[in-house]
């Protein structure tokens, strides 16, 4: 998902001189990637409900995640100013309100928030739900 500059310095199994401007976590080699990030956890992210858990690889204009939301979790609503971020559902189901609107998002689902505009991600489910989010500098 995403350029993924200095991979031959974070993975260098994954390094072949080539560059990398696709990255998939959803191998057994990006599972253990985000699994050796020590996961933290921000309770009310973004006035959200709970706590949102995640494993960030960030460049430093650049970040990359793998998020959790526990059963009744949320990330708060929020606005993306110099920024847009692309979330990829691996597990469980919730609803994202974008924009004044409502859409269901269950594994194998991707939402786009564009820059200036507005979500927030709320696990309504009875299970964990968990994503990948980039957010790219602009």
């Not at 928030?113 to 979500?119: D, K, V, Y």
């Amino acid at each position: 998902i995403g350029d993924f500059w200095h991979i031959d310095e974070m993975i260098p199994d994954f390094y072949d001189e080539n560059g990398n401007s696709l990255f998939l976590i959803h191998t057994d080699q990006g599972e253990k990637l985000f699994d050796d990030i020590k996961e933290s956890l921000a309770p009310n992210f973004k006035g959200g409900e709970k706590s949102f858990a995640s494993r960030v690889y960030s460049d430093g204009k650049n970040k990359m995640m793998k998020g959790r939301l526990e059963p009744g979790a949320s990330i708060g609503l929020h606005r993306h100013e110099g920024n847009c971020e692309m979330i990829y559902v691996l597990e469980g189901s919730g609803k994202m309100l974008y924009d004044g609107g409502e859409e269901r998002l269950s594994a194998g689902d991707f939402h786009y928030c564009p820059e200036g505009h507005e979500h927030s991600f709320i696990n309504d489910g009875d299970s964990d739900l968990v994503f990948i989010a980039v957010v790219p500098a602009q």
